[in-house]
């Protein structure tokens, strides 16, 4: 199906599946079986020879979880993708697919705060050292390489300061030293930001957040724009056994048919929510990526499509303050996670950003006072008055 030229919500809709190869099923069918029938022992050997791409266990591949697969590879503009059990799966399996034992990776803070400790816990214990630098810093960066970096390991907008990165410089950075970008796009989404497009490598994705985006399933992916690593990938989802299964691709295949229609409406109303927040006289600072204010508004408006739907600031109050707001809110939810179609608000240094070192906190920009909202697609006059009202009882301790 020749269907590279139509534009991201069709693509999102269609990309992938063709019915016709499934009894006209307009929706992807379940394949919930773990193992398929050979029509004979030598089809079956030479499956398993590569020879014949016929199907021969779930773990190795399914048409629910491939359907899924080319969706996303063809929203990010890759040759191929692979489903995982979660985001950090994706995240695990691109290390260990592209880097060896005394190798090294370059990152950037803030990242995802389990990536960080995925590799400065678990992977330091096989020999993979890693070293991260500030996001907004190109300079830091390329300091950072080392002849034995195989990747640079990115997150823009980054969580939780929304922090971004300019992805054509790290591209170069990388490429000039041999060493790949991976790029962690799970704040964007595809829908408004492709990183291959700026020179990425690899692009992985939380799928649990803005491309389900239900709140309802855990899941994860990797896209790559060479063969050669795709199937690097591939292999180590299959030899770890960090492969999704098919129910659970379906269901964010189901969420993926409208993250166009969900990010866009999110984006509007966040696009409303952020000035508003900024000429609250209770409001420090704000920091979004639509504003003039953010320090990369330039480099956002270059790289991005839009701003997205994720909102960080700070009360005049701090801690205690931002505190009073979390608990005072009535239609948006006290929850971590983000990229559903409900509004979700938090505190990062008691919750999501806990595991990150006080010191190191600061230093990355999460300082005690910062609140993340995650944008929903409610409705914005009934977001902007959950808002008011609670900071109406933010001075009057309930
Ligand atoms: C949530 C998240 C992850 C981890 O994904 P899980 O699906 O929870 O395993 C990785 N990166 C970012 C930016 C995330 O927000």
Redo the contacts with the bound molecule.
């Keep these: 199906m020749n269907d590279g030229n139509r534009r991201r919500h069709s693509q999102a809709i269609h990309a992938g599946f063709d019915p016709l190869e499934h009894h006209g099923a307009v929706s992807v069918p379940i394949y919930q079986s773990s193992t398929f029938v050979f029509p004979s022992a030598e089809e079956g050997a030479r499956r398993f020879e590569g020879s014949s791409n016929g199907l021969i266990y779930t773990r190795l591949g399914n048409p629910t979880i491939a359907a899924l697969e080319e969706c996303v590879a063809s929203l990010e503009g890759g040759v191929g993708a692979v489903g995982t059990a979660?985001?950090?799966?994706?995240?695990a399996a691109t290390v260990l697919a592209l880097v060896d034992a005394g190798q090294h990776v370059a990152g950037t803070h803030p990242l995802?705060g389990?990536?960080r400790g995925l590799m400065e816990k678990h992977l330091a214990r096989f020999g993979i050292t890693s070293t991260f630098v500030p996001a907004g810093d190109g300079q830091a960066l390329r300091a950072a390489l080392r002849p034995e970096t195989r990747l640079v390991f990115v997150?823009t907008p980054a969580?939780p300061t929304l922090d971004l990165v300019d992805l054509a410089e790290a591209a170069e950075i990388a490429h000039r030293h041999g060493a790949r970008l991976v790029v962690?796009n799970?704040?964007a989404s595809p829908h408004l930001q492709r990183p291959l497009e700026h020179g990425a490598d690899v692009v992985l994705h939380?799928?649990?957040?803005f491309l389900n985006g239900h709140s309802d399933v855990?899941?994860?992916i990797v896209v790559a724009r060479e063969a050669g690593v795709l199937a690097r990938l591939r292999d180590v989802v299959q030899a770890f056994g960090f492969n999704m299964d098919p129910h659970q691709a379906w269901l964010v295949l189901r969420g993926v048919r409208t993250l166009g229609m969900r990010v866009d409406r999110a984006q509007a109303n966040a696009m409303a929510i952020a000035p508003w927040l900024e000429r609250h006289p209770m409001v420090k600072w704000v920091r979004y990526p639509g504003l003039a204010s953010h320090p990369q508004h330039e480099l956002a408006r270059r790289q991005m499509a839009g701003p997205g739907a994720m909102i960080a600031f700070e009360l005049h109050g701090g801690v205690e303050a931002g505190r009073r707001l979390m608990n005072a809110v009535q239609l948006i939810t006290l929850a971590v996670?983000?990229g559903g179609v409900e509004s979700l608000i938090e505190h990062p240094a008691s919750m999501t950003h806990r595991s990150v070192p006080e010191e190191e906190r600061r230093r990355q920009g999460i300082t005690p006072g910062l609140v993340r909202l995650a944008v929903g697609c409610e409705d914005v006059e009934d977001l902007l008055a959950d808002l008011a009202q609670a900071f109406s009882r933010v001075d009057s301790p309930a």
Aim: proline share 4%; no cysteine; charged share 15%.
């Design positions: 979660a985001g950090m799966a994706a995240v995802y389990p990536s997150e969580n962690d799970t704040f939380s799928m649990t957040k855990v899941a994860g996670s983000l």
